[in-house]
């Protein structure tokens, strides 16, 4: 009986970490979307907006995924964070 109420908690954290993940990645793309307004980086948002997002990003920046003018650091952190999701998922199906 104790089990399988650990079992639903850790069902419960597994789904709660899933929906921070996708949230997180709207994050990302709200941020890449600001590339083409620069101005919009110096402001409340744009700054809060970076202080989120910069904490994933600085590892992928060091891999420079810069190529022909366009930057995919972007797109590397959220394949990251969905190959994480798939994980996680993986981890859930296997609770159940």
Do not use: C, E
């Not at 639903?8 to 709207?26: C, E, P, T």
């Not at 307004?37 to 970076?50: E, I």
């Not at 590892?59 to 366009?70: H, V």
């Amino acid at each position: 009986m104790i089990l399988y109420k650990l079992v639903g908690f850790m069902q419960y954290i597994i789904l709660i970490l899933l929906r921070a993940v996708d949230i997180y990645s709207y994050l990302l793309l709200a941020y890449a979307l600001l590339s083409w307004f620069p101005s919009f980086y110096q402001t409340g948002l744009g700054r809060g907006l970076a202080r989120i997002v910069d904490p994933l990003l600085k590892p992928f920046r060091k891999l420079n995924l810069q190529f022909a003018g366009f930057d995919f650091t972007v797109m590397a952190a959220i394949l990251a964070l969905q190959m994480g999701t798939r994980l996680l998922l993986q981890l859930l199906f296997s609770l159940v």
